[in-house]
């Protein structure tokens, strides 16, 4: 655990440091994640979502759980993840998980992406909600 732990803080570094983003952002990940320093998007209604966040292609079973739960205990916000992966229930898992801990889901974003042959039905859904 604790080095998939330092492979997660290191993968957030060089994220960070070959975007756009100065070098004093790179403090976030220092000791303790301060999650107020992550850069974020702000949408017009006022949510913020983080600029950064934890992909799962090609994590698949207990290990997308457990890999999701170490992303966010090292403070990633945002877990993307799509029906193609076939992770998305695993990464559900570790997000639940998680919350059982003391976060809250308001506190996340999670992304996904739907495969064509789903379009329609998306389509269909998105209209009744």
Known sequence: ?????????????????SSF???NSLNL?????????????KFYNGLQM???????????????????????SVGYRLIDTAQYYQNESEVGAGVKATIKGGLKREDFFITTKITPKNYEDTK???SYS
């Open 1 to 17: 655990m604790q080095k998939r732990r330092e492979f997660l803080k290191k993968g957030a570094k060089f994220a960070l440091a």
């Open 21 to 23: 983003l100065s070098l």
């Open 29 to 41: 990940f220092a000791n303790n994640i301060k999650e107020a320093q992550m850069p974020k998007l």
């Open 50 to 72: 983080p600029l950064l966040g934890f992909g799962t292609f090609q994590i698949s079973g207990s290990d997308a759980q457990k890999s999701v739960e170490e992303a966010i």
């Open 124 to 126: 269909r859904v998105c």
